[in-house]
């Protein structure tokens, strides 16, 4: 059982490029999120997926689009890359259940640099 | 104004003693309040939640709401240096069928030395 996993951990891009940050997870849960976690401002929430099939966009969603593959799957894509997108990458997934708390479980994330 | 505000530290604390986390909030919908542990390179973990005011205790950590000022606290008595982490707090409205969007405290960064 491995939780939430995230590939790549670091990546180098330069202005412009394209990238795409995969996450998974194997809890059977059905919502899954992406967060940028910057200095001095916390965790911000980029896209979420509550359910297979759905997306919305979060507080910071300008510059990503994803994808929600299948129930494990949801990938966060930069399509040109810029350097205020340098920043530290957060999947996580929660199991969504109406009518109480939900616990959000994170992945190790991704280091991001765009020179 | 952001809807939660959390000091960020850093704060240093010698091995032993009785450490004090906050955070302070504006939207009284927040129903269910978390502390997240997130060590240096990894990814938050939960540490504990509570649902609406009062006390939460699981062994050296005690966490507290009180509603009624918009402000919750995290307490951990007899600090270890393995306690040596950013600390993170976080709130929700609960889960709705929309999913469930946490709000997150910019983290404490805490040290705890021998």
């Known amino acids: 059982n491995a939780g939430v996993t995230q590939t790549p951990k670091f990546q180098v891009l330069k202005t412009g490029q394209s990238m795409t940050l995969q996450c998974a997870q194997d809890?059977?849960?059905?919502?899954m999120y992406w967060y940028r976690q910057d200095p001095g401002m916390g965790l911000r929430l980029i896209y979420y997926s509550a359910s297979e099939g759905t997306t919305d966009k979060g507080e910071v969603p300008n510059g990503y689009n994803v994808s929600r593959l299948n129930k494990r799957e949801f990938s966060l894509r930069l399509e040109s890359a810029a350097p205020s997108q340098t920043s530290v990458y957060f999947c996580?997934?929660?199991?969504?259940?109406?009518?109480?708390?939900?616990?959000?479980?994170f992945g190790p994330g991704t280091r991001l640099t765009v020179l | 104004q952001k809807e939660v505000e959390q000091d960020p530290g850093p704060l240093s604390v010698p091995e032993g003693a009785i450490v004090s986390l906050n955070c302070t909030y504006s939207?009284?919908?927040?129903?269910?309040f978390m502390w997240y542990r997130q060590y240096s390179r990894k990814g938050p973990e939960l540490l504990m939640y509570t649902y609406s005011s009062g006390n939460k205790e699981d062994g050296r950590f005690t966490a507290q709401v009180d509603k009624s000022s918009k402000y919750i606290s995290l307490f951990i008595r007899d600090s270890q240096p393995s306690d040596s982490a950013t600390y993170l707090c976080?709130?929700?409205?609960?889960?709705?069928?929309?999913?469930?969007?946490?709000?997150f405290g910019t983290g404490t960064q805490l040290k705890v030395e021998l």
């Open positions: 976080a709130m929700t409205r609960g889960v709705t069928g929309g999913g469930n969007k946490l709000t």
């Open positions: 809890m059977n849960h059905n919502s």
């Open positions: 996580a997934s929660s199991a969504n259940l109406r009518g109480g708390t939900d616990t959000q479980y």
């Open positions: 939207n009284s919908a927040f129903q269910y």
